[in-house]
């Protein structure tokens, strides 16, 4: 049998079902008891429910569909009292039509989020132009005899907007963990990623982020996430953790001969562009730094570096998008664009904080990096209608890519436009516009990114009439020939580089 730890996150909610059924009890306390499950399920469950004659049924739940089979009264707590109305879900609306928002996925005019828009991508020049592919995966659970995953082929781009839907069980959530790192394919095939590409990701179970701060107020949380100019998070990725196995294949192919020379490689210190891919300046075992060289993208990874690699680029990428300065002005007026007033921000600890406003934390500590894609693992089981709604319209607008896992016709019909269909570890996508190179959609305007503040590591705003022009090659040619004029009168001339 599977340990219960290892069950999906529908199959739990079964057996917190099936549990409940077995006390025989005269009165059944459900709290959003449909989160997690498929259709099929809910569907199940609403017939046991409505067959039940000498049990009393409260629920708690803001699945609509799910309400109106099954409800024959609503209690409405509305300003601190409680008022009784007969009738399903439907007749409530007709009798209180300002609760219409409860029912509908309609946003607030008052009521809205904004997502941060992502930075430019080097090399990526329209939507269409993938940022992360798939091909040929495969992946088994080392502790399960049965394989999750078969021959897994897909892309996403800026212009993604995607519903991931199935059973439960069927897989979903292993798929969106190989596409963000959590795990690696170990039946074959590969996952490739721009090297600067950022992901912004919300588990299945939204508060594991931020169950072991609870006594942080936000502020102090997001200070110790993004403390180094990395999250915190992507460090304990799998996809950053150095096997046994690659550490000897690094330690086989760290060594380096220069004229005749051994040499080992200590560690990847800088990067720069070469053609369509880059070069990394590599560091030697007990040399100094005037003995760093530079070697290809690819020799490092065929020599066991890929991990060491994909590290730095997760550095760059971080710079590349301009580090936001980690300061409280910053982090409340981040948090204020998802409806967080400052004051639960800098003052209140998260352990006295909603549910509702725990989402929020989880939303805007995700996006803090202005991800390239947002991926969302079951958003209806933790937001309310109300947010729902406002990150459905949000995420509408977003400039990025979107992967959404939900069983959530609404949600998903609202949208996504295109549909990963699981089923028994197998995909079948529908509605995509996967292309090879940039695509022909309408091109990238840079114009807009190029007007947003910048920040330097230390937070300060840079000043943009001070950026130095990058020269061209005629002019740098002109520049090195007067410097060297100049230090043949006796001037002393360096460049930036030399000083």
């Known amino acids: 049998g599977h340990g219960i730890g290892s069950l999906s996150g ?15 009890a005269d009165i059944l306390l459900l709290d959003e008891p449909t989160n997690h499950l498929d259709v099929v399920n809910i569907a199940w469950l609403e017939g046991y429910l409505t067959s039940l004659k000498t049990c009393t049924s409260i629920i708690v739940s803001h699945d609509s569909g799910f309400l109106n089979n099954t409800i024959t009264d609503v209690l409405h707590l509305n300003r601190f009292k409680i008022k009784r109305y007969r ?6 609306v007709k009798a209180v039509p300002e609760a219409k928002s409860y029912y509908t996925l309609e946003a607030a005019e008052d009521y809205k989020f904004k997502l941060p828009d992502p930075p430019l991508l080097e090399g990526v ?6 940022l992360l592919k798939m091909r040929k995966v495969g992946y088994q ?36 963990k190989l596409l963000i790192g959590d795990l690696e394919p170990n039946k074959g095939g590969e996952v490739w990623k721009h090297p600067n590409l950022v992901i912004g990701y919300v588990a299945q179970h939204a508060f594991h982020h931020i169950d072991h701060h609870l006594d942080k107020t936000p502020l102090e949380y997001m200070l110790w996430r993004y403390q180094t100019g990395e999250d915190m998070e992507e460090m304990n990725k799998v996809s950053r953790q150095i096997t046994e196995e690659e550490e000897k294949k690094m330690k086989e192919g760290g060594v380096v001969v220069i004229e005749g020379v051994k040499r080992l490689i200590d560690e990847i210190v800088a990067r720069k562009k070469l053609k369509q891919s880059y070069e990394y300046e590599i560091s030697f075992k007990n040399m100094s730094s005037t003995e760093n060289i530079w070697l290809p993208r690819d020799e490092l990874i065929q020599r066991g570096f890929e991990k060491k690699v994909l590290e730095l680029d997760t550095r760059e990428a971080q710079r590349l998008g301009l580090l936001r300065p980690l300061v409280r002005r910053e982090i409340e007026k981040h948090f204020a664009d998802f409806g967080l007033e400052p004051e639960f921000v800098t003052h209140n600890t998260m352990r006295g904080l909603s549910g509702g406003q725990k989402v929020k934390i989880v939303l805007g500590a995700a996006t803090w990096r202005r991800p390239h894609v947002i991926c969302l693992d079951e958003p209806t089981n933790y937001l309310d209608r109300e947010s729902l709604a406002a990150l459905i319209e949000a995420l509408k607008v977003f400039e990025g890519g979107v992967l959404v896992i939900t069983h959530n016709r609404d ?16 995909l079948e996508a529908s509605g995509h516009n996967w292309v090879e190179g940039q695509g022909s959609g309408p091109r990238i305007d840079k114009k807009g990114d190029d007007e947003e503040d910048q920040y330097d590591a230390m937070g300060n705003k840079v000043d943009k009439s001070k950026v130095k022009k990058k020269l061209t090659a005629a002019e740098a040619r002109k520049a090195k020939k007067d410097r060297i004029a100049r230090r043949k009168k006796g001037e002393e001339v360096f460049t930036d580089e030399e000083l």
């Open 10 to 24: 529908g199959w739990k909610m079964k057996l917190a079902l099936a549990r409940a059924m077995l006390f025989k």
């Open 87 to 92: 009738g399903n879900l439907e007749a409530f």
């Open 125 to 130: 020049k329209t939507k269409e132009k993938s």
């Open 141 to 176: 659970y080392p502790s399960q005899q049965v394989q999750q995953l078969y021959d897994i082929t897909l892309q996403v781009s800026l212009s993604s907007r995607v519903a991931v839907l199935g059973p439960n069980g069927s897989g979903k959530s292993t798929l969106v």
């Open 411 to 426: 949600f998903s019909e609202s949208l996504c436009k295109e549909v990963w269909a699981m089923r028994d570890g197998r």
